[in-house]
């Protein structure tokens, strides 16, 4: 009889343990779902920018056509619907390159940098981009969660038995920095520019940044150097 309620307790106990665990586990998909809708609000305000951006920027370099285009075509990519967070990263990080070459533009058009609009649309761009961040990480630290308890033992057990599966993450492909070219003027020589003595201290012919150290003097050579032993006869 004692067996039979030692066996009893401990169904009962592994009953309760797998109730609690599945409801951890729906609670965590459900907070990757609501993080993943946060997500998606900012990417949907961004987009609404990009039209007012681009016609902003084509008011005063219209011939750009091309950048122009590459950004709405990426902005209609990115908009489509049925994306997951992999392949919406994935249109996100097209839509991003594409900005940044937009963004390049303004570079070359001192009057479109100082107008009012285009300011404040880049303002509130790069806040929009602030919140993608913060919420990108906030969901890829629930989608870590959620895909350590699915793939967990004993906890992938009832993973199973419910049918819930991991998550993805959305991770938007990093942009390389545009490397500035260097020009050295035209005829120089294949030996790189000149360097001229630096005025800063520790610099190239400047002043010496070890303790005690002094800055070297012209050498006359009509005054004797005592560091030269006089006595030595010359050949």
């Known amino acids: ?29 459900n907070k990757v779902e609501e993080g993943w809708r946060q997500i998606d609000v900012e990417l949907k305000r961004r987009h609404d920018l990009i039209p007012n951006l681009v016609e902003t920027v084509k008011g005063y370099a219209a011939h750009e056509s091309g950048t122009l285009e590459a950004v709405m075509k990426a902005r209609s990519a990115a908009m489509s619907g049925g994306q997951g967070p992999a392949q919406a990263a994935a249109s996100e990080g097209e839509l991003s390159q ?18 009012q609009n285009f300011l404040a649309l880049q303002q509130e761009l790069t806040s929009t981009e602030d919140r993608i961040a913060s919420s990108r990480r906030y969901y890829n630290a629930l989608v870590r969660d959620l895909n350590t308890k699915v793939e967990s033992v004993p906890s992938n057990i009832i993973a199973g038995l419910g049918k819930i599966g991991r998550a993805e993450y959305f991770e938007t492909p990093a942009i390389e920095a545009q490397v500035p070219n260097v020009s050295f003027g ?50």
Not at 213 to 220: I, R, T, W
């Open 1 to 29: 009889m004692i067996v039979v309620w030692i066996l009893l307790g401990i169904v009962v106990l592994a009953a309760i343990w797998g109730v609690s665990a599945y409801n951890g586990l729906i609670g965590l998909r």
């Open 186 to 235: 035209s005829g120089g020589s294949a030996a790189g520019p000149s360097v001229g003595a630096s005025t800063q201290p520790g610099g190239i012919g400047g002043p010496s940044t070890q303790p005690g150290g002094v800055q070297s003097a012209p050498v006359d050579p009509n005054v004797p150097n005592p560091n030269v032993d006089r006595n030595i006869p010359n050949d």
């Open 98 to 115: 594409a900005l940044g070459r937009l963004m390049a533009i303004s570079e070359a058009y001192p009057d479109l940098k100082a107008n």
